[in-house]
């Protein structure tokens, strides 16, 4: 961590005091807003996202990237203890530039935070936790963030603090409203890797990370909202994964909800990926085997989702006699273009959930994943949109769903969604809805 950008302050007396000022004020006072729409996407195409009628929108934030080691005099200054960083100015700019377009339009706007390896000896050193198991066989690419070491605390508090104070406080630059602690924690090995681990290993690392950055958060804003990140393995780990590398999201959250009051509860909510399961099968409304209406289910998908919220409505897992609140941050529907009727299935799919959704107050957004088919995702193709042959995810043709979509959260919802009632079985959404709650032999065809 030599060549990080950062002075003492004595060398600097002015920038540190004008940092210091600006993270003692008072913090932001304003209500988390209500939307009309619980509709929301993960934003590739700022401007397709924004006809699309969305009201919910997530970007990701690569600390690890943010954090401008050769201390660029252009970039963006924060100064935490007397320790002065820098950041990237170009991708500080990017950012600035989604998150004013998107809350100018009274977006509700959620950052993903997140620290991929890079591959750089001193910046991984710095952002990613130690044990980190570079190299190893499918290692995920995003590691736990580092809070073991002094110098990766003071990195991450001041990069959570320049971005609440810029987007939580500062309206010059866009609103945030939402930050999202690592991505999948319960898969740990793949999305939040800090080697092989024991749960209580990882929930240690964990609560004192998103406690880190709440704290920073509300030195700029009383009301924006700290996610922790979770898929939909409830009872179950994750199958592609050891006990050292996965455990199962209910024991994660519990562990997690104990951890935090032990030490001093704080306002902490949730972020959940209800994928169908399998994810290659989109119609979620047949599995009757993963997705169960028991806290004891294997996984919690769009069948079963009320199993979370009644699962949140418990007395341990509340904060000041409230239960968390939850949003969908990350959740698509595969096209399975095998069947005859793949898009259809895709968008009936889509439908479904976004009925489902809205009947649970207890959840404030549906965020789809994703905008565009990605490469990498290797045969999982839930975009709005087919991507160009040869490409990583350049739009090539619009699928059913994307029509579908659009009309989510609007007058002409019920007569786009018409065509899904066949294909899931019932004669109007009352009776769909209804079908999700039986632990039973579906009807329709498999």
Same mark, same amino acid.
């Given at each position: 961590?030599?060549?990080?950008?950062?002075?003492?302050?004595?060398?600097?007396?002015?920038?540190?005091?004008?940092?210091?000022?600006?993270?003692?004020?008072?913090?932001?006072?304003?209500?988390?807003?209500?939307?009309?729409?619980?509709?929301?996407?993960?934003?590739?195409?700022?401007?397709?996202?924004?006809?699309?009628?969305?009201?919910?929108?997530?970007?990701?934030?690569?600390?690890?990237?943010?954090?401008?080691?050769?201390?660029?005099?252009?970039?963006?200054?924060?100064?935490?203890?007397?320790?002065?960083?820098?950041?990237?100015?170009?991708?500080?700019?990017?950012?600035?530039?989604?998150?004013?377009?998107?809350?100018?339009?009274?977006?509700?706007?959620? #950052?993903?935070?997140?620290?991929?390896?890079?591959?750089?000896?001193?910046?991984?050193?710095?952002?990613?936790?130690?044990?980190?198991?570079?190299?190893?066989?499918?290692?995920?690419?995003?590691?736990?963030?580092?809070?073991?070491?002094?110098?990766?605390?003071?990195?991450?508090?001041?990069?959570?603090?320049?971005?609440?104070?810029?987007?939580?406080?500062?309206?010059?630059?866009?609103?945030?409203?939402?930050?999202?602690?690592?991505?999948?924690?319960?898969?740990?090995?793949?999305?939040?890797?800090?080697?092989?681990?024991?749960?209580?290993?990882?929930?240690?690392?964990?609560?004192?990370?998103?406690?880190?950055?709440?704290?920073?958060?509300?030195?700029?804003?009383?009301?924006?909202?700290?996610?922790?990140?979770?898929?939909?393995?409830?009872?179950?780990?994750?199958?592609?994964?050891?006990?050292?590398?996965?455990?199962?999201?209910?024991?994660?959250?519990?562990?997690?909800?104990?951890?935090?009051?032990?030490?001093?509860?704080?306002?902490?909510?949730?972020?959940?990926?209800?994928?169908?399961?399998?994810?290659?099968?989109?119609?979620?409304? #047949?599995?009757?085997?993963?997705?169960?209406?028991?806290?004891?289910?294997?996984?919690?998908? %769009?069948?079963?989702?009320?199993? #979370?919220?009644?699962?949140?409505?418990?007395?341990?897992?509340?904060?000041?006699?409230?239960?968390?609140?939850?949003?969908?941050?990350?959740?698509?529907?595969?096209?399975?273009?095998?069947?005859?009727?793949?898009?259809?299935?895709?968008?009936?799919?889509?439908?479904?959930?976004?009925?489902?959704?809205?009947?649970?107050?207890?959840?404030?957004? %549906?965020?789809?994943?994703?905008?565009?088919?990605?490469?990498?995702?290797?045969?999982?193709?839930?975009?709005?949109?087919?991507?160009?042959?040869?490409?990583?995810?350049?739009?090539?043709?619009?699928?059913?769903?994307?029509?579908?979509?659009?009309?989510?959260?609007?007058?002409?919802?019920?007569?786009?969604?018409?065509?899904?009632?066949?294909?899931?079985?019932?004669?109007?959404?009352?009776?769909? #809805?209804?079908?999700?709650?039986?632990?039973?032999?579906?009807?329709?065809?498999?």
């Amino acid at each position: 961590m030599n060549n990080i950008a950062r002075l003492a302050f004595p060398t600097i007396v002015v920038t540190f005091l004008l940092a210091h000022a600006a993270s003692a004020q008072i913090p932001n006072q304003e209500p988390y807003p209500q939307t009309t729409s619980k509709k929301g996407i993960q934003i590739q195409m700022v401007d397709d996202a924004i006809s699309l009628g969305i009201q919910h929108a997530t970007l990701n934030v690569n600390l690890t990237r943010l954090i401008d080691l050769k201390g660029n005099r252009r970039g963006p200054r924060w100064t935490v203890d007397g320790t002065e960083y820098a950041f990237s100015p170009a991708l500080v700019k990017h950012l600035d530039d989604q998150v004013k377009r998107l809350s100018d339009q009274g977006i509700v706007v959620t #950052l993903i935070l997140l620290t991929y390896a890079s591959g750089e000896p001193d910046r991984d050193q710095l952002m990613l936790h130690p044990d980190y198991a570079a190299g190893e066989k499918a290692t995920g690419p995003i590691g736990m963030f580092n809070t073991t070491t002094a110098e990766g605390r003071q990195a991450l508090e001041a990069c959570i603090e320049f971005l609440a104070h810029r987007y939580s406080s500062d309206r010059g630059h866009g609103r945030v409203w939402g930050y999202i602690c690592g991505n999948e924690v319960n898969s740990h090995w793949h999305w939040a890797n800090m080697g092989h681990a024991t749960p209580d290993q990882v929930v240690t690392q964990y609560e004192r990370a998103v406690r880190l950055i709440h704290k920073a958060v509300r030195k700029c804003s009383a009301n924006a909202r700290v996610y922790i990140s979770l898929e939909h393995w409830w009872n179950q780990r994750y199958p592609h994964g050891d006990s050292s590398q996965t455990l199962p999201g209910r024991e994660l959250i519990d562990r997690f909800a104990s951890q935090v009051k032990k030490l001093g509860d704080f306002d902490w909510d949730v972020a959940y990926h209800p994928y169908p399961a399998p994810l290659l099968k989109p119609r979620f409304w #047949l599995d009757e085997k993963f997705s169960l209406h028991s806290f004891e289910t294997p996984c919690i998908t %769009f069948r079963n989702l009320e199993v #979370l919220t009644d699962y949140l409505q418990q007395k341990p897992m509340l904060f000041e006699g409230k239960p968390r609140r939850v949003i969908l941050s990350e959740q698509g529907f595969h096209c399975d273009e095998s069947r005859p009727n793949g898009e259809a299935e895709q968008a009936a799919a889509f439908a479904l959930a976004y009925k489902k959704v809205e009947s649970l107050p207890g959840i404030d957004a %549906f965020i789809l994943h994703r905008h565009v088919d990605h490469a990498h995702e290797g045969a999982l193709k839930v975009g709005l949109w087919t991507r160009k042959p040869g490409s990583i995810c350049e739009p090539d043709q619009k699928r059913k769903i994307y029509k579908v979509f659009k009309a989510a959260g609007t007058p002409e919802e019920d007569e786009a969604f018409a065509f899904a009632l066949p294909i899931v079985g019932a004669k109007d959404w009352s009776e769909a #809805l209804q079908n999700l709650m039986h632990d039973q032999e579906s009807k329709t065809g498999k």
